[in-house]
T-cell receptor
């Protein structure tokens, strides 16, 4: 297992376009998280899945954002009608449902909306 | 609410200097505490963790002790190297539920030879 993989690494899109990011977690991890990191800030929680169920969503996740994890494996994060304020690093992490286990993060997808 | 406060950066040290990065937290429950490190161009990596009061997490010469009485989890290293240059994030998660991480803003460390 090569860890958590995110694609693409970089995405430049025009305002108003839709974008989709993919995350492949560590195969035995049943939890998958999405975070957003802007320059000079720590990552902020967006949403998480346990297996295929999306169990929590942050109020940061507006109705333009949607995430899926079909069959409890990989996950996608889609942003519709992108805005310049969506420019950020989108981080995916996976974990086991154990107290204090800690996450394994992917390298992230850097989104730039022009 | 739950929050983490880290000392403001950036921090610049000479090689072999002593490092302390302060971290304090506010939590509505009983948190687990973490330090993550982000090297340039890479994702976050777990550096160390502690899950209960008075636990000491350690890794790669870094240490942090979970102090419930002062709600702190300060990161220390006795002798830093140029390769330690990175951004360090303190974080907490609460027991049960999603165990989502709440991060501090990060502290950028630069170590000069």
């Amino acid at each position: 297992d090569t860890g958590v993989s995110q694609n693409p690494r970089h995405k430049i899109t025009k305002r108003g376009q839709n974008v989709t990011f993919r995350c492949d977690p560590i195969s035995e991890h049943n939890r998958l998280y999405w975070y957003r990191q802007t320059l000079g800030q720590g990552p902020e929680f967006l949403t998480y899945f346990q297996n295929e169920a999306q169990l929590e969503k942050s109020r940061l996740l507006s109705d333009r954002f949607s995430a899926e994890r079909p069959k409890g494996s990989f996950s996608t994060l889609e942003i519709q009608r992108t805005e310049q304020g969506d420019s950020a690093m989108y981080l995916c992490a996976s974990s086991l449902a154990m107290v204090g286990y800690g996450y394994t993060f992917g390298s992230g997808t850097r989104l730039t909306v022009v | 609410g739950n929050s983490v406060t880290q000392m403001e950066g950036p921090v610049t040290l000479s090689e072999e200097a002593f490092l302390t990065i302060n971290c304090t937290y506010t939590a509505t429950g009983y948190p687990s505490l973490f330090w993550y490190v982000q090297y340039p161009g890479e994702g976050l990596q777990l550096l160390l963790k502690a899950t209960k009061a008075d636990d000491k997490g350690s890794n790669k010469g870094f240490e942090a002790t979970y102090r419930k009485e002062t709600t702190s989890f300060h990161l220390e290293k006795g002798s830093v190297q140029v390769s330690d240059s990175a951004v360090y994030f303190c974080a907490l998660s609460l027991l049960g539920g999603s165990e989502k991480l709440v991060f501090g803003k990060g502290t950028k460390l630069t170590v000069n030879p």
